[in-house]
């Protein structure tokens, strides 16, 4: 039947990738220990069924503008609306729905143990939990004080003995201050299962 060549297909593409990272891995003389850790990650990974991104479906960059820009506003324009700041931009510009949708918005998946963000790193987006559970550890505690010029001198100490936990779960926002000012991470975020985010550019 159609479904199993489907699978027949799918199985073969796997073999192929697989045999392809062992020459890889090989011609790069990777030492042993570490090449089984990635093979192993490879093998694990292409066995969770990810959702689908825009990214996956390049039929949708043939359609015309406007379309995408419709379909962009479906897919992002309730997750926009969920978050008070958001929604009074959009009363305020009746274009600016439609425009951070197309513009500044992209579906991304991150698998469990994946990092979203790591600590000292330069925030450029904000994130929404769409689905998944996440855990944001912050490692980094920043504390302004004036130099002696009177200039503000941030200094930051590394809080490895004693981290804050805190769970991120489906319709929580991470990093919404990124939107307001220049920002280094001062944790991370990681996937502890599949997890579907929406990001914006900010």
Not at 2 to 28: C, I, P, S, Y
Not at 138 to 163: F, I, W, Y
Request: with cysteine; net charge neutral; charged share 30%.
């Amino acid at each position: 039947s159609a479904k199993m060549v489907r699978v027949q297909t799918v199985n073969t593409d796997k073999l192929q990738q697989m045999e392809l990272l062992g020459r890889f891995l090989t011609n790069h003389k990777v030492p042993l220990p570490l090449a089984e850790r990635v093979r192993r990650q490879v093998r694990e990974r292409s066995n969770v069924k990810m959702p689908l991104t825009i990214d996956d479906l390049p039929s949708l960059k043939q359609l015309p503008l406007a379309l995408r820009q419709e379909l962009s506003c479906s897919i992002f324009g309730k997750t926009l609306l969920s978050h008070t700041v958001f929604y009074l931009w959009c009363l305020c510009d009746d274009s600016a729905l439609e425009d951070l949708s197309f513009r500044a918005l992209e579906l991304e998946v991150f698998t469990r143990n994946d990092d979203v963000f790591v600590a000292r790193q330069e925030a450029k987006k904000t994130f929404y939990v769409r689905s998944g559970r996440l855990q944001y550890t912050k490692e980094v505690e920043t504390e302004v004080k004036a130099g002696s010029d009177n200039r503000e001198v941030h200094e930051s100490r590394s809080l490895a003995d004693k981290p804050t936990k805190i769970s991120v779960n489906a319709k929580d926002w991470a990093s919404m201050i990124a939107i307001w000012c220049t920002w280094h991470y001062v944790g991370r975020l990681h996937a502890l299962d599949t997890a579907d985010l929406v990001s914006i550019d900010v």
